[in-house]
C-alpha cells in the first residue's frame, strides 16, 4: 500500500487541535473537500465541517495549519475524497497528510475576574477598548451593521440587523431572560455570505459576555436554545462556529483578544482588535460589533458596584 501512495504530494501541519488530530483514530473516516480558497480549505466529515489553514491564518476549531501560505496551487478541488488510510489522512489521488512536524493547539479556558468589575480602574478600562472600538467600526463600510449603500435587500437586512441588536442589548440590561431566546432566533441566519452578519455578532458577544463568572453568563441558557433552535436556518459552517461558540471554542486571535480584555492587558490589545476586525470579508467586523456590545454591557452591570 505504501507503494500506491508514494508518489502523493504530501502537505505538512504545523498546528493542530484535538478535533481535528482525532481523525487519525477514526478507521473508517470518509469526508468530501466542500469549498476551496486561497488559505482555507473545507471538508465535510460525518455532517462536521473540519478545515485545512494556511501557515498565515491563526489556529481555529476543527483545523490543521499547514505549512503552505497559498492554496491556489495546489490541485485541489470542491467533491475530491478525504480519506483514513494506513493511518494516513489522504486527499484524493495527489496528497498525503503528514503529521510528523505538527503540534497540539490547545484552546484556553478563560475565566473572568468578578471581583475586577467592581473596580473603578477596570470600568476606565472597559470605557477606552468600547471608544477603541467604535473609532475601528466607524470607518468600516463592510458590515451590514453600517449599510449606507442603495441594495433595497440589504438596506432591509440592516434595518433588522440594527433593531434585533438594540432590543437584544436592552432586554440584557433590564435581565429579562423571558425574551430573548425569541430575538437570537431572529438573528441566526440574518445576513449573507457563509457566516451570517447576525451570526457573526452572536460569536463576538458571547466570546465575552458569556465567559464564565461573567455577570451575565446567567444568560447561557436562553443563547444555548435560541441557537440551537435555529441553527438549520444558517450556512452549514456557521452553524457549526455558533456551536463551538456555546462552547467557548474560537479562533486563537480571539481568544488572545478575550484574555487581554479580562487581563486588562492594553500592550497589544490594539492589534488584536484589527486581528479580529480583518477575519474574511465582514465577519470580523461583523463580530467587533458583538464584542463591543459585549464591553458595553459589561462596564453597564459594573456600574451597579462601583460608587
Known amino acids: 500500500m505504501k507503494i500506491s501512495t508514494s508518489h502523493r504530494q504530501i502537505l505538512y501541519g504545523l498546528t493542530a487541535d484535538s478535533h481535528f488530530l482525532n481523525l487519525l483514530n477514526q478507521p473508517n473516516m470518509i469526508g468530501k473537500v466542500e469549498q476551496v480558497f486561497n488559505k482555507a480549505i473545507n471538508i465535510s466529515i460525518n455532517n462536521s465541517l473540519f478545515t485545512l489553514l494556511s501557515s498565515q491564518l491563526d489556529n481555529a476549531p476543527n483545523s490543521c495549519r499547514l505549512i503552505n501560505k497559498d492554496f491556489s496551487l495546489l490541485q485541489i478541488k470542491s467533491g475530491d475524497d478525504f480519506y483514513l488510510l494506513d493511518n494516513e489522512i489522504l486527499i484524493n489521488e495527489g496528497y ?74 436592552n432586554l440584557l440590561k433590564m435581565e429579562q431572560h423571558e425574551n430573548l431566546v425569541s430575538v437570537i432566533n431572529q438573528l441566526v441566519g440574518l445576513g449573507i455570505g457563509l457566516t451570517p452578519s447576525g451570526d457573526d455578532y452572536l460569536v463576538g458577544l458571547m466570546a465575552f459576555l458569556l465567559l464564565e463568572n461573567h455577570p451575565a453568563h446567567s444568560f447561557y441558557p436562553e443563547f444555548y436554545q435560541g441557537i440551537v433552535q435555529s441553527k438549520d436556518r444558517t450556512t452549514p459552517i456557521s452553524a457549526i462556529t455558533l456551536e463551538k461558540a456555546l462552547k467557548k471554542e474560537y479562533r486563537e486571535n480571539m481568544h488572545q483578544l478575550i484574555q487581554s480584555l479580562v487581563e486588562a492587558n492594553e500592550t497589544e490589545i490594539y492589534s488584536q482588535f484589527l486581528e479580529v476586525f480583518n477575519i474574511g470579508s465582514s465577519s470580523g467586523s461583523d463580530m467587533l460589533f458583538g464584542i463591543r456590545d459585549a464591553l458595553y454591557l459589561t462596564h453597564y452591570f459594573g456600574e451597579k458596584y462601583v460608587d
Open 96 to 169: 498525503s497528510l503528514s503529521f510528523s512536524l505538527c503540534k497540539k493547539w490547545q484552546q484556553p479556558n478563560i475565566i473572568f475576574c468578578p471581583n475586577k468589575i467592581k473596580q473603578k480602574s477596570y470600568q476606565s478600562f472597559l470605557l477606552a477598548q468600547l471608544n477603541t472600538v467604535d473609532l475601528i467600526l466607524s470607518n468600516d463600510k463592510r458590515s451590514l451593521f453600517n449599510y449606507l449603500g442603495d441594495n433595497v435587500f440589504y438596506l432591509s437586512s440592516s434595518r433588522i440587523l440594527i433593531q434585533l441588536r438594540t432590543h437584544l442589548i
